[in-house]
């Protein structure tokens, strides 16, 4: 990820994309492969840029919304 956009989103957008981002997480830990130190490693990667991304996603919110307590 070197490079950033800015995007505005709605709160219903960024919890759609959050939900995407689970989806994803749960496919990519529960692909079936065979386990080598590459594929084991291009997996972590994996699952690392995807909490990242939903990291960020839950650290922002759309202007002029409060953060949920």
Known sequence: ???T????LTEEQREIL???LRFARSA???E????TP???AERKSKL???RQLAEYLEGVRPA???ART
């Open 28 to 30: 990519v830990a529960l």
């Open 32 to 35: 079936v492969y065979d386990s």
């Open 48 to 50: 690392r840029e995807i």
């Open 1 to 3: 990820m070197s490079e």
């Open 5 to 8: 956009l800015t995007v505005g």
């Open 64 to 66: 002029g919304t409060a």
């Open 38 to 40: 590459e594929t084991d």
């Open 18 to 20: 959050l939900r995407g």
